[in-house]
Nanobody, 117 residues
Framework: QVQLVESGGGLVQPGGSARLSCTAS????????MGWYRQAPGKERELVAT???????NYADSVKGRFTISRDNAKETVYLQMNNLKPEDTAVYYC???????????WGKGTLVTVSS
């Protein structure tokens, strides 16, 4: 099976930065898409950004210009660099891994990012 482990969450001041990491282990197939989603209290989970194994990226409008997704295929790791954080970015951030070959999506347990002064 596949396991995803996130790290890097915590308390950040408005305007600050944070970097999330997620490492996948187990049976990893290519091509695949790794990504970040988030769920704020009382809201549904939403897309933040995705990146394919070939490097194509996709961002939610709310984070364009502030967040950057990247990946290291050799380490099976995806990163999310978050700059100019706002209180509305407060959420649990989940890592995802999608396999095109069978349509399966795997999720990490999530890491909490709190943006507050």
């Amino acid at each position: 099976q596949v396991q995803l482990v996130e790290s890097g969450g915590g308390l950040v001041q408005p305007g600050g930065s944070a970097r999330l990491s997620c490492t996948a282990s187990g049976s990893i197939f290519s091509p695949n898409v790794m990504g970040w989603y988030r769920q704020a209290p009382g809201k549904e989970r939403e897309l933040v950004a995705t990146i394919s194994s070939s490097g194509s990226t996709n961002y939610a409008d709310s984070v364009k210009g502030r967040f950057t997704i990247s990946r290291d295929n050799a380490k099976e790791t995806v990163y999310l660099q978050m700059n100019n954080l706002k209180p509305e970015d407060t959420a649990v951030y989940y890592c995802s891994l999608y396999f095109r070959v069978n349509g399966m999506t795997y999720w990490g347990k999530g890491t909490l990012v709190t943006v507050s002064s």
